[in-house]
């Protein structure tokens, strides 16, 4: 038990079944393609990230007063590698979870989670409501308008960004080059003909 690789099938199949909100599931599909990338661009394990993104908000919708800690019951009774739930349960630390990000994945997911969330909401108002020809600096100018989709934890960010010793524009141009790839499924593709 516990040693088999959840497949991304799999995680899909889950994350289906426990999800009905179409904003959930686009911000899972999103995490899920920036942590592809990230471990793309690092020589590290692509599957295994981009498993831990689409899965990684699993409990929201149907248990949101026990975020996190829902997750790890469901995973763990599926017979999920115990590395697979506490990279899950990390992206909640100092949240709902105690267990503070360590490995690479954890601190990128940690990071790029708040983060995917400013980026939709920066494509959402430019004329082309895509992300196929957003810039980084778009991204930047809305990140210091703090009334600008404040429900972003820049905090959260910041911190993910000192874990990581990375700069908040690499990141976002790491963030935005991940959504891309997944533009259309995630209703990012817009029209980058439409101009201001
Ligand atoms: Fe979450
Ligand atoms: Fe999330």
Redesign the pocket.
């Known amino acids: 038990m516990g040693a088999v690789r959840p497949s991304r099938e799999e995680a899909f199949s889950l994350l289906m079944q426990y999800n009905k909100s179409d904003a959930l599931i686009k911000?899972?599909l999103a995490?899920e393609a920036v942590m592809r990338y990230c471990a793309r661009k690092r020589g590290l394990d692509e599957q295994m990230w981009g498993v831990v993104g689409l899965i990684?908000?699993l409990d929201?919708e149907q248990f949101p007063a026990q975020h996190c800690r829902k997750t790890e019951e469901i995973l763990t009774a599926q017979g999920w590698p115990a590395e697979y739930v506490r990279a899950v349960l990390s992206?909640g630390w100092g949240i709902c979870t105690d267990a503070e990000p360590q490995s690479e994945l954890e601190k990128i997911l940690y990071t790029v989670?708040e983060l995917?969330g400013l980026v939709t909401a920066t494509a959402l108002v430019r004329p082309s409501r895509s992300v196929l020809d957003m810039e980084a600096k778009s991204v930047k100018k809305k990140w210091k308008d703090k009334s600008f989709a404040a429900g972003v934890n820049r905090d959260v960010i910041t911190r993910g960004l000192e874990m990581l010793g990375m700069e908040l524009g690499e990141m976002i141009e790491d963030v935005i080059m991940g959504m891309r790839e997944v533009a259309e499924e995630i209703g990012l593709k817009g029209n980058p003909e439409a101009s201001g």
Do not use: W
Request: glycine letters at 0%; hydrophobic letters at 20%.
């Open positions: 911000h899972a995490v990684h908000d929201y992206h989670d995917t």
